[in-house]
């Protein structure tokens, strides 16, 4: 079983864009439509990014393409929907994951079915994203975006809370010296 301290893989990070960068590079839709449906995160964050104004998620299917803006596609792994033991071995391997879970790090008990133009899909307003970044026995440790690094966190606890958005998660496979030119698609 892996500690928490997981080496940099060599050329991993291929961008010196912010967040505050990438985020402006998303998708965005609309909170509500005229119409009264809600925007869907599967197809780009909802509400204002930039936290001046109301704003909710974004789910792994926008973030996987944003990465491939960046760097090879064959390089973004997205995992979503496979059982934890498909993050554990990513982490084992040397690879931070992205992931969708809550800000308290527990299932939500309040969860709401939106209607957006193209199904329902289920929401939390408490819903968030971190990377997790190690593991022991009982705890995970992430990079919280809220300012918190190795932050540790109860396993079997966020375990819950990723099933319950969704199982998403992603990461970044490390490429081979030749690979390490950036992928752009202008």
Known sequence: ??????????????????????????????????????????????????????????????????AAEYIPSDRVEDIS????????????RGFPVWVVTTTTFLPDDALEVWQTPTGPVNISYIMHSVVVVGYDADSLYINNPYGQKDQKVDRQKFILAWEQMGKQAIYIRAGTPGQAEMQTKE
């Open 81 to 92: 929907g496979q059982d934890f033991t498909s993050v554990l071995s990513a982490l084992d």
């Open 1 to 66: 079983m892996r500690q928490h301290n997981i080496p940099q893989p060599k050329n991993y990070i291929l961008s010196y864009n912010t967040k505050n960068e990438l985020a402006d590079k998303l998708p965005i839709v609309p909170i509500y439509y005229e119409s009264g449906l809600h925007g869907n995160p599967n197809e780009g964050f909802v509400g204002d990014v930039t936290g001046s104004d109301y704003g909710f998620c974004v789910y792994h299917g926008p973030i996987a393409a944003l």
